[in-house]
Structures are given as C-alpha cells and as structure tokens.
C-alpha cells in the first residue's frame, strides 16, 4: 500500500491476555519504529529496526513487550500478560533510512487502540 | 538519553494571528528537529524539520528557528487558520555512525478561533 498499515485499528483485551499489533511498513523502508502514545502524551519511544534487527530496544518498559521483524519489512510487536496500565495507542512508524539522516522523515501509522480491562 | 520539554501544552489564538510553539532538548549531540501535527484520531504527519547547520527555515506560512546554544527550537505559524487546529509535537534526534530514534515532547493544542 501507499502508507503504513497497522492492524487491528481497535483491541480490546482482559488484563492477562497476549496480544499481538501487526505494522506493514511502506515498501522499501528500511527502518521501523514503534511508539506507544497515551491520552494528551506524545510518542514515546519502544524499538527500532533496522532491516530484520533490533537497533534499540530500549523503550520497552519491561519484558512483557516484544517486537520481531523477521523478513525486514512487516512487524509484530507482542505483549505478554497485559496489563490496565498497557492500555495506549501503539503506532508503527518508518523511514526510508533511520530517523534524522537523509531521507530520515518518518511516516507514522493511523496506529492501533490497545484497551486492557 | 534525550529529554525534550515543550510549551505551552494548549495555545489559543485567533484566526489571522501567529502561533508560537517552543521546545527545549537536552542532549547536545542531537541534530535533526522535526515538528509533526497530529488531527484528532489521526495519524502525526511531518509539517518541518531542520537541522543542526542551520539557524531557520521557511515554508510558507511555517517557519522554525533554532538555537543550538541555548538547546531551543521553536515553530511558528503565522496567518493561523481554523484547519490549523490540532496538536503539534516537536522532536529531537541523534544520528551518529547507526541512526538512533526521535525523542518526542509532550504536544500543544493549538485550537485557531474563527
């Protein structure tokens, strides 16, 4: 497709659930993000790609959350366990390089609305 | 790691009038400065950027400045318009020998009163 793609657009989950988030990025792209962003919040930083590897992981608040892409292009980012506090909108978002470099714009997702009750 | 403040967190002007957003970054190595908008419920899209070699830049009605020093960027939108609504987040980022991930600050709602 043109954009970046994520699905579901809505999930709804019970706290203890594994859910998984799919980001289909834009043809090409190399590198993959994504971020997880709460009510009046911006985004906040999970996991970089770079092709089928973890650049950075850091963002990844605990060792429920996991991300793979192991093909370099589509993404899944899984959470464990869930939790209330998990609840958030997950975006995915890529760039033809890595952030802040030529061609370095990021091209977000419409993201996917995680509810954990 | 990164910090990046921005205020002020809502901004409120008339249709016609300028809108000035500023933000403040920690991290001295950090060279690229995108500024994205962000429609209630859709997606954020890049509306500028600069980088660290130079002090402004200009597209249309859309400008921002940049003070390496002081370690503050700001955007400023003049002649606002009521589709100019939204939130505006700025962003600060490292790029060194592998790129590294942009640090967001914490948005403005800018609400462009008809």
């Known amino acids: 497709g043109a954009g970046v793609s994520q699905t579901p657009s809505n999930k709804v989950t019970e706290k203890g659930k594994y859910v998984e988030l799919r980001c289909d990025p834009i043809s090409g792209h190399t590198a993959l993000y994504w971020y997880r962003q709460s009510l009046g919040q911006g985004p906040e930083f999970l996991i970089y790609?770079?092709?089928?590897?973890?650049?950075?992981d850091s963002g990844l608040p605990n060792d429920r959350f996991f991300a793979v892409r192991p093909e370099g292009s589509v993404s899944t980012l899984k959470i464990q366990r869930t939790e209330r506090g998990d609840s958030a909108v997950y975006l995915c978002?890529?760039?033809?390089?890595?952030?802040?470099?030529?061609?370095?714009?990021?091209?977000f997702g419409e993201g996917s609305r995680l509810t954990v009750l | 790691g990164e910090n990046v403040e921005q205020h002020p967190s809502t901004l409120s002007v008339q249709e016609g009038d300028s809108a000035v957003i500023k933000c403040t970054y920690s991290?001295?190595?950090?060279?690229?400065f995108p500024w994205y908008k962000q429609e209630l419920g859709k997606r954020p899209q890049l509306i500028i950027d600069i980088r660290s070699n130079v002090g402004e830049k200009k597209d249309q009605r859309i400008a921002v400045t940049l003070n390496k020093t002081a370690k503050h960027f700001s955007l400023h939108i003049t002649e606002t318009q009521p589709e100019d609504s939204a939130v505006y987040f700025c962003a600060a980022s490292t790029h060194g020998g592998s790129a590294r991930q942009l640090t967001f600050g914490s948005g403005t709602q800018l609400t462009v009163l008809p």
């Open positions: 790609f770079q092709g089928t590897g973890a650049a950075d």
């Open positions: 978002a890529s760039s033809l390089r890595a952030a802040g470099g030529v061609s370095g714009e990021l091209f």
């Open positions: 991290d001295s190595a950090s060279n690229y």
